[in-house]
Each structure stands twice: as structure tokens, then as C-alpha cells.
């Protein structure tokens, strides 16, 4: 299933430290980088656009735990992974769709990349 | 001509066996369609491997026939279907859509000639229409003025009990997914071979129906039932086009993975248009970039580098890549051309 999220600029280090934990490692610090969308308040946003199994969700959504290969000096900040999981807003496939908020790390599953961003009512950054 | 270690730049080749894996390590082979690309070797010899150490940002391993993609419909094969009472372990095929005034149940998969079908029964008491969609209402883009057709395989197993009709209708739908507009239908009846059965060509128009711009095509299986019910319907080779006649059966199994017996299949890097990137590190020079995607060949000549990282363009399917630091001449763009295009659909 895909999953596209929309990441406002102050979220994204806690972002990017709940994506290491989330994912494989170090290198998903970076999944949350360029602000390149924009809502129409000119609030910008990173997203990040990916495949993933149905235990994702339940995992994004339970209690986080420190991946086995972060060991001390710790790479991940648990505090900075928990505040993004609070800020999690997951679309259930029911309600409205939520829309992307400078206060939220908003997702939506089982929509391409693109069409989620816009149903989040996102536009590309021009470049 | 472009494997010469003394030059710098890269041959990258998604058709090719052995290069693409999911990590960047090169440990785990990307093999299925779908799985994340997280590296692509350079065929060169020249070790310009293309990495992407993000999970979320690699592009997926892909396929689609010569020819390209025709079937518009997300999911149009068995993927996702499990034999048994649906809702109570047994699934649909991803897409198939069926409400629940019936109990529904997946009897058999299979596939027959190439077309994957399921045997679904419905059973239950029903008196009017009962509607089995190709696919959820807001699964195929659509837009005022195109014309479509829609195609599915269908065989009644066993006896028919209570329903006296059956019809492949086309409609179009509004950008919330509800009814628009219902045009002509094709009777199916219950026939007893697998038989495919195809709508009349449809043009969707934003005059047609309820008021609204049309946004959607959907197609579906109406059974007119009458009363207390037991029927078993094979059904397969769903397939909704934007063309007047409907062509051979392709199967689609999301985007990264189109098929179509008979006809050759192409391989690329899907990039989802948001934040998908492979990056190589070069040294400077002037370089002579060519890429293959859905338009066609574009070699970008003179295109002057820094020494560091450089990020393959990503379009939405990329076929191939290669670059050299130098120009090319007459003979030598031919041929990458045409070698090119022998990997485009």
C-alpha cells in the first residue's frame, strides 16, 4: 500500500527521527528534506511517498520502540519520534480527507503520490 | 562504445539481469515488481553505481508491455483474492467491489489462456439489481468528451438460481464517485464457456446525467436478481479502455506491474513524482546525458558537471540512462538511440 505524508517545516526533524525509527536506519533521516509543497496559505510542507506493508500503520500508530541497530551514542531521539507520532494524522479511508496543517504530519494510504498531496490540498513549490 | 573504464559516466540498464537491488549494498535483489530500487548498477565498468540510502525516496522496480499500458484499471487480475466467505477469511481481488446485501464467497482462483479469473458465489435474498463493480468508483480518471469500453470474461458455473439477467454496464461518475450518468448496456445472460463480453463504445459527457463534470469511468456487472438466490459467476479479465474497441487482455496488478500474454514486456525505475531520487557520484566534466522514458529518447549534450553527486533524471518511468564525458558523434547517437528505444514499450 502507498503512503504519502506531508511534513510542515517545524515537524521535520521530529519527522525524520520517527521515519529512522519507522524504517531501516541512519540514512531515513532524510526522507523528510526540500520543502517543495505549499498549501494555499504559503505554508510549506517536505513529503515523502512510499510502499509499504499493512503492519506500517499499525506500527506508526503503537507504542515506538528504539530499532535494534541504534545503539549508544544514540542516533534516534525517541522524544523527537514521539512528539511526530502525536502529530501523526492518518486518513482512515472513510472520513473527509484530511488537509495538510503546519501543526500536523499528515498521511494518507492507498492513493498515488501524487493525488494524495493534492487531496491534502497541496501544490507544488514553483521552482 | 560506452563501457570504456577510461571515460567517466554510466550505463544503466533496468532490463538487465542482476542490477537492481533494494538496499544499497547490493545484498538484496529487487526482483519482484514493486519492490523499492534502493541501487542500480552501472553496466559500464566504470562502478557508477546509482544509490538511494532513504527508504521512502526509491523508485519501484516496474514492468509494462510493448506497446504500453491500455487497461486503466488499478488492479485488473487476482492479486489480493483468497478462497472463502468474504469477511470471514476469503478476500475479493484487489479493486472487485461488491456490495453486502448477498453473502459473497471466492470459491476458486484461477486462470485460463492467460486471463485470471475468480469463482464468486453469491447466495442470499435479494429482489432487484445487485451491482459487482470492476473496480471503486473513483479508481479510473476520466473526463468529458473520451470514449471508453469496458471488457470482462464471465461463465456461470453450475445452475442459476434466482436472477434472470445479467449486463456489463458503463457509467460515469462525479469526483466524489457518485453516479453521474448510466449509458447503454451489453447482455452477458449466464453463458456457459468463458466468454468475453464487451460494452458498446461510450463517450462520457459533462451534459450527460447529474449535474457535474465527469470524473470518473466506471463499469460493472449488473445481476437482476428475483427472490432467494445461488449463483456462481466466474468472472476475469476485467479491462477498461480509452478507445472505442477493446483490445487484448492486459493484466494489472498495480502500477508496477502491467502484463500481457503474448507481447514483451519492458522494465523500468517508477519514480512516484514526489520525492524519488537515485544519485551517483561523478567526476566533473562535461558530460552527454540520455535517457529513455514515455516520450521517447532525449540526450542533453554539453552538460557541464561538478565533481559530487548527481541525481539521474527521475521521469515518471525511466527505461534507461547512460552518460559519457564527451560528445558523440553521428554514428554513436544512432546507436544509443536505438539502443534506447529497444527498451522503451
Known sequence: ?127 | MFSDPARAGFVYDPYAAGVLFQDTAGATPANVFGQPVGRINDLSGRNAHALQATAAARPAYARMPVGGRRNRLPNSGSVGAVVGVIGSGGAAPAGWSVPVQLTREVVAIGETGGIPWFDSRLTGTLTGGYFLNFSEPTATPAADGKTWNASIYVQAIGSVVGADALTVVPNSRLAGGAVKHTYPSTTVGFPGAFTRFVTPATTLLDADGAAGNVAFMLAYLRLNCTGTMDVTLRIGGRQVEQASAATVFQTVNGNADISEVGQASRFYLLDDLVDDTLAVTLPAGTYTIATGDDAGVTILTGQALSAGAYTIPGPRRLFAGVATDRALNGTETAALTAWINARRP
Not at chain 1, 499499525?58 to 530499532?67: D, F, I, N, V, Y
Not at chain 1, 507520532?85 to 480527507?97: H, S, Y
Open chain 1, 1 to 127: 500500500m502507498r503512503i504519502t505524508v506531508a511534513c510542515p517545516d517545524a515537524l521535520r526533524v521530529d519527522a525524520n527521527n520517527l521515519a529512522m525509527v519507522l524504517a531501516f536506519g541512519p540514512p531515513d533521516e532524510l526522507t523528510y528534506g526540500a520543502l517543495n509543497w505549499t498549501d494555499a496559505n504559503g505554508n510549506l510542507y517536505a513529503a515523502a511517498s512510499f510502499e509499504a506493508g499493512p503492519e506500517f500503520l499499525g506500527a506508526a500508530q503503537s507504542a515506538l520502540a528504539r530499532p535494534a541497530w541504534d545503539v549508544e551514542p544514540y542516533t534516534i531521539s525517541m522524544a523527537a519520534a514521539g512528539r511526530a507520532q502525536a502529530a501523526l494524522v492518518l486518513w482512515n479511508g472513510e472520513d473527509d480527507m484530511p488537509q495538510a496543517m503546519p501543526a500536523a504530519l499528515t498521511a494518507i494510504a492507498g492513493m498515488g503520490g501524487l493525488a494524495a498531496l493534492a487531496a491534502m490540498g497541496l501544490m507544488r513549490v514553483a521552482p
